[in-house]
């Protein structure tokens, strides 16, 4: 929920604008982690946050059975693909509308620090995911704080909103005690550094066969 000191944001991330060379990179760092920890092909996957071209996404949409994006805004083509459940407005509200169990594969990937309710989109993620599903999580932490403000606002490699949009940052021990609040048991949940200890990757698995 939005607040005067944290005002909701209007635009996608990639609204209006070309992605930058750092942009490039870590999108394609995420994505290669996803595939890693994922087998898309025949899964609904949900893209959460995913970005205004949701990269991700549009690079399985052949393999997977259909595929939610969610963000503020997103391209035309996507909206009319008849594999995809387009939904455009904030997160987590925006969720409300799905079915519980709905997903196999969920992807939040450089998002948790731009929403005011982390934890309720965390518990939003596990609402959703059907069992056996997993959901793959990527935040960045302390140390690529620093790193991405000397991007932004010194180097200007990366645009100065998306940094100033940004809430809180995330070191394992700071995600997985909030992964545990969601549901997801302590068993099923691998917390790690990732791009350099610049992030955190998180995957998360639910009991039961994959579908």
Not at 87 to 105: C, M, N, Q, R
Request: charged letters at 25%.
């Amino acid at each position: 929920m939005a607040s005067a000191r944290h005002p909701q944001r209007t635009r996608a991330y990639g609204q209006g604008r070309a992605p930058t060379a750092v942009d490039r990179l870590g999108v394609w760092l995420s994505g290669a982690a996803v595939r890693r920890h994922a087998d898309l092909r025949g899964k609904r996957l949900g893209d959460l946050g995913c970005g205004f071209e949701a990269t991700l996404a549009r690079g399985a949409l052949e393999v997977v059975d259909g595929a939610v994006l969610v963000d503020l805004a997103l391209a035309d083509d996507l909206k009319r693909d008849p594999r995809v459940r387009a939904i455009e407005g904030p997160l987590p509200e925006s969720l409300g509308s799905l079915e519980s169990d709905a997903l196999d594969v969920v992807a939040c990937l450089s998002v948790l620090e731009h929403v005011t309710e982390p934890q309720r989109l965390l518990d939003e993620i596990h609402r959703l995911l059907a069992p056996g599903g997993v959901a793959l999580i990527n935040v960045p932490t302390w140390l690529g704080k620093a790193f991405l403000e000397l991007s932004a606002f010194r180097l200007g490699l990366s645009p100065k909103e998306e940094m100033n949009d940004h809430k809180r940052y995330y070191d394992p021990r700071d995600l997985w005690p909030m992964l545990v609040d969601a549901g997801f048991r302590p068993s099923e949940i691998r917390c790690r550094r990732h791009k350099l200890g610049l992030n955190t990757f998180a995957v998360c698995r639910l009991p039961g066969a994959p579908r």
